[in-house]
């Protein structure tokens, strides 16, 4: 079932969305025994615990869980490496034209 198509519909009462929603999250647990599953679209993130309730598994907001990720590579400092592929290119003589532009 694609439902890249009904995200908007979990906000009106009407839908089956969330029914749908909840099924198949069902369904992935008891087929692939998982214990998380990790919702792909931000329009689902209030879902996450009544979704972990009625299924069984973890429900995990995947813009949540990216948004900690990158706040915990902040707090780490990381730099950017000037080695390897980040490395300043080479200098190289330029001719015609861009001559000037020689390093």
Not at 13 to 32: F, L, Y
Not at 88 to 94: E, F, R, S
């Amino acid at each position: 079932m694609d439902l890249h198509k009904r995200g908007l519909d979990l906000d009106d009462p009407a839908s089956d969305t969330m029914k749908i929603v909840t099924e198949m999250c069902m369904e992935a647990v008891a087929r692939d025994r998982c214990d998380s599953i990790v919702l792909g679209c931000a329009g689902m993130a209030p879902l996450g615990p009544a979704l972990s309730r009625q299924v069984g598994a973890q429900v995990i907001d995947g813009v949540t869980a990216a948004v900690k990720h990158v706040e915990s590579l902040v707090s780490l400092g990381p730099r950017t490496n000037k080695q390897g592929e980040y490395a300043a290119p080479h200098p190289k003589k330029y001719s015609g034209l861009l001559s000037e532009f020689t390093i």
